[in-house]
C-alpha cells in the first residue's frame, strides 16, 4: 500500500509534496514524512500518524527551500506505525534519502549482509535494507540513476522505490517492480506518484512507468529506461479528471461526496455507450469473433468489487447465456483453476492496483485466458496488463469504503452483458432496447433515492449502540446484502454479516434473538412474485424469532408493509438493475452510523484503500 510522491520544480516543495500525500491517504494512514535537498545534506521530516501530524511540525518548524523532494504516507508491513519506521529512509551518511511501496521479501538477508559491513539501522522497515544498498552502490556509480540500476536487481518482492542524493540536487530517480508508478509533466517541472491524483493538480498530463522500469526526473526532463538501462518511451495520456473532483467541496466527508455522486457514475459510465438497442463498447482485442469463441467466464476481484461481481453474474449468465464463476481473487489466484483461450477472466477493480486482483489477472493470463478489466482508475496496472479494458467513469473514489464504484461496477457489466448478448445472439433488439430504456432512468432514480433518506438518518442514530446487524437478500439482493454487511463492519466497526435468503434455516436463524436488527432487500414483487414471496417467507421465519426487521424495498410494494418495522424505498426498475438502487441506502445507513458513533469515515482503522501488497 502506501502513497508516494516526488517533485522537482520552482513551486514551493513542501506543499507539492504535501497535496500529494493529501490525495494518496487514502492508500495508507498510520505515518508520514518527507524530506528535501538542503546543500549538502538531505533534511527530513516524518511522524507516526495521520498526514495531519506531519504537517502541523512542518508549520512549527519548517524544512528549508528546495528544488527537489519527495514524500511518503504508509501503511506498515515491516515494523508498527512510529517516528522511525515512518519513510523516507537515509543512506549514505545522511546524503540520501529513500520511499518505498510494496514488501522486499529478502530484506533480512540484506540487512544481515549491511550490519556486516558496517552499515547501521535505525528502523525495523523493510525498506531501510534499500536505501543503505542504494547508498552504498552511489558510492561506487557516482550517479544515482546508475546505483538504482543495481540495487533493483538485488531486491526480491514487489516495490516502487523514490530516491534522491544530495549530490545530484534537481535529480529524483523512481524504480517499479510490480508496483505503480506515474509520472506527472509539467512546464520546467515533473512529478512522480503512485497515481495520478498526486499531481492532478498541478498537470494533468500523466504517462504510467511498465513493469521493471526505471524513470529520472529533473526540472526539464523524465527519462525512463528499463532495468538494463535500455530507453523507453512511456506512453503519455491526459487525465480527465477534474482535480477539484478530488475535494471534499463543502460535504463532511469524501465518503458522503462520493455517495451524492452515484447518479453522475452511473451516467458517466453510460455516456456513449448506448444506443437504442446495442451497446457500444470498443474492447480492442476481444472483438466480436472472441467473444463468441469463449465458453466461460471468471470474474475475479475483492471486496466490495467481487460483491458488484456477484450481480455481473446473475446479469450475464442471465442474458448472454453463458457460465460465469465469481472468485475472490487471491482464492483464484493460490488454487489451480481450470483456464484456456475459451476463458474469460474479467476481473473488477475501482484502483486498478489491488495485489491479489493483479496477480489473479498474471496467472489467468500466463495459462492463456482472455482478459478483460473493468476499472476505474486510467493508467492503473491492471487495465495495462489486461487485453481490454472498459473504464467505468466514477470519478476519483478517496473515501476508503467504496461506494459511487460500486455503482459504475455494476453498470460496466450491465454493459458488457448486454454487448455479450447481442454478439452471441442469445438477446432480441427489443429485449436489449427495454433493459437500456430502463438503465437511461437510473440517474433520475438515484437522485430521487438520495433525496428521500430522512428514515435512513434517524435509523441510523437510534441503531448508533447496536453490537450486530444482519443483512438477508435473494438473487441480485444478496450481493446487495454482503455489500451493506461490509460497509457497516469497515466503517462502523460493528459486527455486520450478509446472507442468502435460502441460507437462513441453514445456520445462520440460530442467530435470531429478540431485538436483533436485520435488513432485508426485497425484490420487486412485480417484476418478481416468486423471489419476493420466498423472501416475505424468510422475514416471517426471522419475526416469528423477534428480530426487528427494515426493509428495503420497490415503492408499490405494500405486500411487505405488515411484515416490516421500517421500510425504506426504492423506485422500480428491471430485476437486474435493482441493486444500483437498492444499496444507496445501506451505504448511506453505514455512513450515517459511523458519523453518530464519531467515527472516521474516510479512514477507518486498519485500512487502506489500495491494497497493494497480498
Ligand atoms: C470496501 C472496499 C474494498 C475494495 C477492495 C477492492 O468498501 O473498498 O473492499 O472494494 O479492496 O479494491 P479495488 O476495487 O480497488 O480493487
Redesign the pocket.
Known sequence: MCGIVGYTGERGTVDVLLEGLSRLEYRGYDSAGVSVIDGEHIALRKKGGKLAVLRASLEDAPLPASATGIGHTRWATHGGPTDENAHPHIGDDGRLSLIHNGIIENFAELRAELEAAGEAFASETDTEAAAKLLGRAYRETGDLTAAMRQVVKRLHGQFTLLAMHAEQPGVVVGASHNSPLLVGYGEGEHFLGSDVSAFVKFTPSAAALDNDQIVTITRDSASVTDFDGNAVEPKRFEVSWDASAAEKGGWNSFMAKEISEGPEAVENTMRGRLADSRVELDLGALDDEVLRSIDRIVIV?????NYSGLVGKYAIETWARVPVEVDLAHEFRYRDPVLDERTLVISI???GE?MD?KMAVQHAKAQGARTLSICNTQGATIPRESEAVLYTHAGPEVA???TK?FLAQVIGQLLFGLHLARVRGTMADEAIAEVIAEMRELPAELRQVLAEQEAVHELAHWMADSRSVLFLGRHVGYPVALEGA??LK?ISYIHAEGFAGGELKHGPIALIEPGQVVFVVVPSPRNEPLLHSKIVSNIQEIRARGARVIVVAEAGDAAVLPYADVVLRVPLTLPMLEPVLQVVPLHIFALELATAKGLDVDQPRNLA???TVE
Not at 476481484?301 to 468489487?305: E, L, N, R, S
Open positions: 476481484a475483492c471486496g466490495t468489487a477493480s475501482q484502483s489491488t486482483t476508503v469504503a467504496s464504484a461490509l460497509k469497515e484503500k489500495s491494497v
